[in-house]
């Protein structure tokens, strides 16, 4: 399904609504929740900090891997504005930390320590120099302004390989020493996979 609002689309795709049932069937309903607002409030932070710069957003997308955001513009922003609107949603999950910490004494508390943690973890996330994550993107566009292509895709490729190598490696420690966690696992998967698929597109 695809909505239309002037020069911006919204399409909701089945498959989001099937991986959202899934995880409220399966955890609890109330983490499930803030996680969900939390991830749409980071992307929201991306959006506002797009239009400010004057981006031109075509479509937002909500999918089984999350939601995407698709972008009109011909030529991205300048380099420190395209790497500031890439890391507006980290900034938007450290405001939502902040505003945990200052309610933990006046709302529920574990509702407080749910969206202090779910935001903790997703900007920690996205603050991890791997392709497609937050903090690459925002290197891609800072050093994109100061190197040339031919030095800048293989300096973030290598970046990115090794920031996924030490994630997978945490992965399976906390896996070994701590507990089975599938999101971490996934999450996991899902970058290596796509950094993989990289590099070998690029050979």
Not at 14 to 28: G, H, P, T, Y
Not at 128 to 157: C, F, I, M, N
Request: positive net charge; aromatic residues 8%.
């Amino acid at each position: 399904m695809e909505l239309r609002f002037r020069r911006c689309s919204l399409r909701l795709n089945f498959s989001f609504f099937a991986v959202l049932a899934v995880m409220l069937l399966l955890r609890d309903r109330q983490a499930t929740a803030v996680c969900f607002v939390s991830a749409l409030l980071h992307e929201c932070g991306h959006l506002v900090l797009l239009r400010v710069f004057g981006a031109h957003v075509r479509r937002v997308a909500f999918g089984a891997a999350g939601i995407v955001i698709e972008r009109g513009d011909v030529c991205l922003l300048p380099g420190t504005k395209e790497a500031l609107a890439a890391l507006g949603g980290v900034f938007v999950n450290a405001l939502l930390c902040a505003l945990a910490l200052l309610l933990r004494f006046r709302l529920n508390e574990r509702l407080c320590q749910t969206l202090l943690w779910s935001n903790a973890l997703l900007g920690a996330l996205n603050l991890l120099p791997v392709y497609p994550l937050d903090l690459w993107r925002a290197l891609h566009a800072l050093l994109e302004d100061r190197l040339s292509p031919e030095r800048t895709e293989p300096l973030l490729r290598r970046v990115s390989l090794c920031g996924c190598a030490a994630f997978c490696a945490f992965s399976l420690w906390y896996f070994l020493k701590i507990g089975r966690n599938l999101s971490l696992l996934a999450v996991c998967v899902y970058l290596l996979l796509l950094n993989l698929k990289r590099r070998s597109s690029d050979v």
